[in-house]
T-cell receptor, first 112, second 108 residues
Framework: DSGVTQTPKHLITATGQRVTLRCSPRSGDLSVYWYQQSLDQGLQFLIQYYNGEERAKGNILERFSAQQFPDLHSELNLSSLELGDSALYFC???????????FGPGTRLLVL | GIQVEQSPPDLILQEGANSTLRCNFSDSVNNLQWFHQNPWGQLINLFYIPSGTKQNGRLSATTVATERYSLLYISSSQTTDSGVYFCAVSNTGNQFYFGTGTSLTVIP
């Protein structure tokens, strides 16, 4: 157990819908990263937050948004979902930017 | 972004064999991490190794940053070593680039 929790574990929804994925980092970790893992794209960095502030943005679609709250948990919002958004979404946390990353178990999203 | 290439893409080993996995990257980095994704999908950090050599039990890793590559050595492989091994790099500590992984199968 990495100490990083993600909910829900599985999510099935329809095209056009909106979902929210939640991540709680390890105790003491200030940095949260979001990644998408799909069969055709591999592991792609989406966005990183450090102590509530956005620090880096990767291949994140405009339909996706994220935030980190004062208690350091983070949420990834996916809207106007398309079939191609079906993937495993991971959250990772670290003490600070660049430190060892610890991954949560992931949320498996299926868009029908 | 930084291009990360891992080789070989697939590897099948008999239990007890040794192996070397390679990660090449296209730009200078100040952060490199190796991960193992087990068959249940969990990603586990193996090493934080921007340079130098580290060992942890049967696993060791070496990064030669000036030549832009890292190696992961697995000795006396066990069936529990099966899964996909990823290398991830960054030159900012914020945005990370992952390779496509090496899929390892260890046969009893």
């Amino acid at each position: 157990d990495s100490g990083v929790t993600q909910t829900p574990k599985h999510l099935i929804t329809a095209t056009g819908q909106r979902v929210t994925l939640r991540c709680s980092p390890r105790s003491g970790d200030l940095s949260v990263y979001w990644y998408q893992q799909s069969l055709d794209q591999g592991l792609q960095f989406l966005i990183q937050y450090y102590n509530g502030e956005e620090r880096a943005k990767g291949n994140i679609l405009e339909r996706f948004s994220a935030q980190q709250f004062p208690d350091l948990h983070s949420e990834l919002n996916l809207s106007s979902l398309e079939l191609g958004d079906s993937a495993l979404y991971f959250c990772a946390s670290s003490r600070g930017g660049g430190a060892t990353q610890y991954f949560g178990p992931g949320t498996r999203l299926l868009v029908l | 972004g930084i291009q990360v290439e891992q080789s070989p893409p697939d590897l099948i080993l008999q239990e007890g064999a040794n192996s070397t996995l390679r990660c090449n990257f296209s730009d200078s980095v100040n952060n490199l991490q190796w991960f193992h994704q087990n068959p249940w999908g969990q990603l586990i950090n193996l090493f934080y190794i921007p340079s130098g050599t580290k060992q942890n039990g049967r696993l060791s890793a070496t990064t030669v940053a000036t030549e832009r590559y890292s190696l992961l050595y697995i000795s006396s492989s066990q069936t529990t070593d099966s899964g996909v091994y990823f290398c991830a790099v960054s030159n900012t500590g914020n945005q990370f680039y992952f390779g496509t992984g090496t899929s390892l199968t260890v046969i009893p």
